[in-house]
């Protein structure tokens, strides 16, 4: 009979010892308030002594050598000692459960033996409480009968840790009793059982100070065993064993696997991070734990939300500060103005944005140095009429500088309204106005849309400050740079022609000498000279070498006789009006018109603890026309033109569920000088497509290898060119 092996003896003895712990089981954990004091009882099968630490003064740990037979659960414990409780699985392998208390600062405990399990009372205790033993490690009796007359009696006080296991000690000795009995909860009483004599009383030690910057101490051990496990769940259950404050940062996503056996917090995070690919940094007694540009962030948040304000405390010389406070609450709206209100101060409280503040301090330098030459400061409000306020600022500041020039209180109160346009709220003097347009004429088609490109309307109102007789120069000024502005309108039309339609277009000439309208072959002869680079005949049409029309098109100045040729191919099942909006645009202010649609669609989909994360954008598809006139002085118009057509082909899927949408994109982009009244046709967007046509008989067509006899396929290629047609006048 073959002998065990010695690997076979060590898995039986392994066996052999898991086998008490497995019947080991808590079931029960209880916890209530009884005479001031805070009581947990612990209840179970066999449960067995446990051991108690704490840690920070403020947590009180018992870890159960046994099987968790409920659920783990977090609860306040609202006492006069305590304030919160927590228990669940501490480690699998050996199983260990461990219920951790929240105390109010420190606080003297009791562990006793109940029925069934283990009780802590937590709290001073009361005189009759401190007659009653507490449970304790049993002392060896000796043979010495004469200590049999001695009653011990223990108290644990709160203190920090030196190791994981609780160790109590025996802190006085009862002598004056001549016959000691032991009282049991049921009331009877044990013989007194033989103690032996301690030669010298340990005194309980001084609790310890401690540091808050060293809230975590470096003996804390931590016992973590996970498999696939999220790195958020990982650190939570980190920071609920340690009792240490630890922050994870949106970003950090993954799963880990990880064992660890007793190391110390630090060593934990250390390794967690270095598998994981992220770090962690200590700010006072908390760890983040993130990516180093979301760390970095998080340090720098504070300091960057504190810096985004400034305050200045400007010293005056020769205003008065409620002068000044008046006059800067006007012309800033947006920072705080706060006047010097003791008799023998003089100064003014500026709180707001840096760039802001720096304007408000040279128009009080400004103000000072007009009071300094002796004349009369006068405040003018100047209603602005037609021009654009931030404009007309930017103008009085160059040819004006003496005069304090703001921006009216309006500047944020004014809503947008049709018609002309400035830069949004926050954009500088310098920038281009921003675009506005106001339909007019006949309704859009449907989905489309006019963009103005702004949200606001500019203000309307000048605060002028200064001597009389530079801000009697200012209004001057004024009075002739504030002029009404001349309107265009903009008559487009957007046509999808077949290229059919395309040769007969190309030769129809003959509208532009009669009002008929004649669709010639493009083989015919053109009715013009031929000979030269470009001849130009009387409308202004410009011809190639061989009086044929290249594939672009030119201006023309008769658009009646040519819009009613574009009428005629709309009337052509192949051919497709897109769109035939009309704009108006002041002089200078750019239009933009969309037509189509808006297209919503899924980025990204990400799976996190707390559900899917689904990130979706948006892209427009359709017909996109920006258009930005400029009205000289003998009514010619200069156009910069940017027309743009995009259709969706499709759409690409992307790792994760998102897709992102394909576009065919079609635009062109130029600058052009048109009379009032021309018009200026745009070709070249060429689009071609192939149409793929079966025709079967029913059943037979769909049969294998002889299904071909019974079909008939048809492949037809179709192109067609997008024509943009702009009509321009200038309004009076």
């Given at each position: 009979m073959r002998s065990p092996q010695r690997s076979e003896w060590v898995a039986i003895f392994a066996l052999l010892t898991l086998i008490p712990l497995w019947g080991q089981q808590?079931?029960?954990?209880?916890?209530f308030e009884q005479d001031g004091q805070a009581i947990v009882q612990v209840r179970g099968e066999q449960v067995p002594r446990p051991s108690v630490s704490t840690w920070q003064g403020r947590y009180l740990v018992l870890d159960f050598k046994?099987?968790?037979?409920?659920?783990?659960?977090?609860?306040?414990?609202?006492?006069?000692?305590?304030?919160y409780l927590r228990y669940g699985w501490f480690s699998n392998n050996p199983p260990r459960v461990r219920v951790v208390v929240t105390m109010r600062g420190r606080q003297p405990y009791q562990v006793e033996a109940i029925e069934g399990g283990w009780q802590v009372r937590i709290g001073q205790v009361s005189a009759q409480q401190g007659a009653r033993p507490t449970e304790a490690k049993r002392a060896i009796p000796e043979k010495d009968k004469a200590s049999s007359n001695r009653l011990v009696s223990i108290r644990i006080e709160c203190e920090p840790p030196q190791e994981r296991d609780s160790r109590e000690s025996v802190h006085h000795v009862n002598e004056g009793s001549s016959r000691a009995q032991i009282a049991q909860r049921d009331g009877t009483t044990l013989p007194p059982p033989q103690w032996r004599h301690a030669g010298e009383e340990p005194r309980p030690r001084q609790p310890v100070a401690m540091n808050p910057a060293d809230a975590l101490p470096r003996e804390a051990m931590v016992s973590l065993d996970f498999v696939g496990?999220?790195?958020?769940?990982?650190?939570?259950?980190?920071?609920?064993?340690?009792?240490?404050?630890?922050v994870t940062a949106p970003d950090v996503k993954g799963t880990i696997t990880i064992s660890l056996n007793r190391v110390s917090v630090e060593e934990a995070l250390n390794l967690i991070t270095r598998l994981s690919g992220y770090r962690y940094e200590r700010i006072e007694n908390t760890y983040i734990v993130g990516t180093p540009k979301s760390i970095a962030e998080f340090k720098g948040s504070e300091t960057k939300s504190e810096s985004s304000r400034i305050v200045e405390v400007l010293t005056l010389k020769q205003a008065k500060a409620s002068d000044v406070a008046a006059f800067l609450n006007a012309a800033f709206p947006g920072i705080k103005v706060t006047p010097s209100t003791e008799k023998d101060s003089n100064y003014v409280l500026i709180e707001g944005e840096p760039n802001t503040v720096a304007a408000a301090k040279e128009a009080v330098n400004r103000f000072e140095t007009a009071i300094g030459t002796g004349e009369e400061i006068v405040t003018e409000i100047y209603r602005v009429r037609f021009a654009d306020a931030r404009d007309l600022m930017r103008i009085?500041?160059?040819?004006?500088?003496?005069?304090?020039?703001?921006?009216?209180?309006?500047?944020?109160?004014?809503p947008a309204r049709s018609g002309g346009s400035s830069a949004a709220p926050g954009m500088s003097s310098g920038d281009a106005p921003s675009a506005t347009a106001q339909q007019m004429g006949a309704a859009m088609p449907a989905g489309a849309s006019t963009?103005?490109?702004?949200?606001?309307?500019?203000?309307?109102?000048?605060?002028?400050?200064?001597?009389?007789?530079?801000?009697?120069?200012?209004?001057?000024?004024?009075?002739?740079?504030?002029i009404k502005q001349p309107q265009v309108?903009?008559?487009?039309?957007?046509?999808?022609?077949?290229?059919?339609?395309?040769?007969?277009?190309?030769?129809?000439w003959s509208m532009f000498q009669s009002s008929s309208i004649n669709m010639l072959d493009r083989t015919q002869q053109p009715p013009f000279p031929t000979g030269e680079t470009t001849t130009p005949n009387q409308q202004g049409v410009r011809f190639n070498k061989d009086g044929q029309l290249g594939i672009d098109f030119t201006i023309v100045k008769q658009p009646v006789d040519f819009s009613a040729t574009l009428n005629a191919l709309a009337q052509d099942q192949r051919n497709r009006l897109l769109a035939s909006p009309r704009i108006a645009t002041l002089d200078g202010r750019s239009a933009r018109i969309f037509i189509g649609d808006e297209i919503n669609y899924v980025k990204l989909i990400q799976q996190t603890q707390q559900g899917a994360n689904v990130q979706t954008d948006s892209v427009q598809a359709g017909i996109i026309l920006e258009v930005l006139p400029r009205v000289h002085e003998d009514h010619s118009i200069t156009l910069q033109i940017r027309p743009e057509v995009s259709v969706i082909t499709g759409f690409l899927q992307v790792p994760g569920g998102g897709s992102l949408p394909q576009?065919?994109?079609r635009n062109a982009e130029t600058t052009i000088r048109l009379n009032n009244g021309e018009t200026l046709v745009i070709?070249?967007?060429?689009?071609?497509?192939?149409?793929?046509?079966?025709?079967?008989?029913?059943?037979?067509?769909?049969?294998?290898?002889?299904?071909?006899?019974?079909?008939?396929?048809?492949?037809?290629?179709?192109?067609?060119?997008?024509?943009?047609?702009?009509?321009?006048?200038?309004?009076?």
């Open positions: 808590i079931k029960a954990v209880k916890a046994a099987r968790l037979g409920t659920r783990r659960q977090e609860t306040r414990f609202t006492t006069p000692v305590t304030t496990a999220e790195i958020g769940d990982v650190l939570k259950a980190l920071a609920i064993q340690s009792g240490a404050n630890i009085l500041n160059q040819l004006v500088p003496t005069v304090s020039v703001a921006l009216g209180p309006d500047a944020m109160l004014s963009s103005t490109g702004m949200d606001k309307q500019p203000p309307n109102l000048l605060v002028l400050m200064g001597a009389p007789r530079e801000v009697q120069r200012a209004l001057e000024v004024l009075q002739k740079v504030d309108l903009i008559e487009a039309r957007v046509m999808d022609l077949s290229e059919a339609s395309l040769k007969s277009l190309g030769l129809s576009l065919a994109r070709g070249g967007l060429i689009r071609e497509s192939d149409i793929k046509t079966i025709q079967k008989v029913p059943l037979l067509g769909d049969l294998p290898f002889f299904g071909y006899l019974f079909r008939k396929t048809n492949t037809q290629r179709d192109r067609s060119e997008v024509v943009i047609t702009l009509t321009v006048r200038v309004m009076e």
